[in-house]
């Protein structure tokens, strides 16, 4: 799937080339200038030197920051390192067999085909949460602790939600302090609502935004379901972070989510925010482009 910055560097492109054709075309027209010794003169010439320069070199900024937005582009699909938070729910309630064999035996098993699609060289941490969050496994490059604590999870009564999220964003900021700060995501599942965190849910996610931090989530369950999940608070979450939410109703979708944001998130972490920073300096310097070139436009006799 191609990247929405990616998509939006081509569409600055296009505008900016087709607003600095279109407008230098039209100063090119020839004037008569008046007088005995009349001769054709460039609308572009009766304007000042710097307003002939101001909209190349702010058209010239927005090409060098589209350039290096294009080269974090090219770099981010060679990236495989980076962390990644498993937040899961072990309420009660992942015990309901509607998603065979249960719910949570459906997160185990997606669980296990995201770590497979994830590259080797992202560090994975595992959060579980119900009454209390609880960090299971500390971001780690050996997936076997992680597989291990996840075939042995259990469920309890409760879900917090925010206090699940705000674990795993400890944990994280506690690895990069050791390891160096990276691409980072979180992708949290939960198949119910929250019954009341330390933390709430929508204060977890403005952290994790300002950490720059995705949160991708899954409602897991049966719309409808009296122990269905808060789909509205897991989008929101999901939109305030810059993530994605799914829903899931049976085992294979489950797995399937999984396993596609496995093999998807090296790319999507690595382009990060330094492409994004890039893309929004040449959209800064290419509007200022085309507004010098709006103004300068005006100011001639068409």
């Given at each position: ?6 998509l ?5 492109s ?13 100063e ?48 981010s ?5 980076g ?24 997160a185990?098993?997606a ?18 949460f ?26 309890a ?8 999220l ?19 995501a ?19 996610a ?9 949160v991708f ?6 719309e ?14 999901a ?6 939410t ?9 797995t ?18 330094s ?28």
């Amino acid at each position: 799937m191609t990247n929405p910055l990616i998509l939006t560097a081509i569409v600055i492109s296009l505008v900016l080339a087709g607003a600095y054709l279109f407008v230098n075309a039209r100063e090119r027209k020839p004037v008569q200038a008046k007088g005995r010794r009349a001769r054709a003169v460039y609308r572009s010439q009766r304007r000042p030197l710097f307003e002939r320069a101001a909209p190349l070199v702010l058209l010239a900024a927005a090409v060098v920051f589209l350039v290096i937005a294009f080269t974090q582009f090219g770099l981010s699909r060679q990236v495989t390192h980076g962390t990644v938070m498993l937040v899961i729910d072990t309420s009660d309630s992942m015990d309901q067999t509607d998603v065979v064999p249960t719910r949570l035996g459906a997160a185990i098993s997606a669980a296990d085909a995201f770590l497979k699609a994830l590259p080797a060289d992202f560090r994975v941490g595992l959060v579980t949460f119900s009454g209390a969050a609880d960090l299971t496994v500390a971001p780690t490059l050996e997936r076997g602790r992680v597989t291990s604590a996840l075939s042995a999870l259990t469920t309890a009564q409760g879900t917090v939600i925010g206090d699940g999220l705000t674990t795993a964003l400890d944990a994280m900021e506690a690895d990069w302090r050791t390891n160096g700060k990276g691409p980072a995501a979180v992708l949290l599942l939960s198949d119910g609502l929250d019954t009341g965190s330390t933390i709430s849910p929508s204060s977890a996610a403005t952290r994790a935004s300002s950490l720059g931090v995705p949160v991708f989530t899954v409602a897991l369950g049966l719309e409808g379901s009296s122990t269905g999940a808060d789909t509205g608070l897991l989008r929101q979450i999901a939109a305030d972070t810059g993530g994605k939410t799914f829903t899931a109703q049976t085992a294979s979708q489950l797995t399937s989510v999984y396993s596609s944001l496995g093999s998807t998130l090296s790319v999507d972490l690595a382009v990060g925010h330094s492409a994004g920073l890039f893309v929004g300096l040449a959209a800064l310097f290419g509007l200022a482009a085309l507004i010098a070139l709006m103004v300068s436009s005006r100011r001639q006799k068409f």
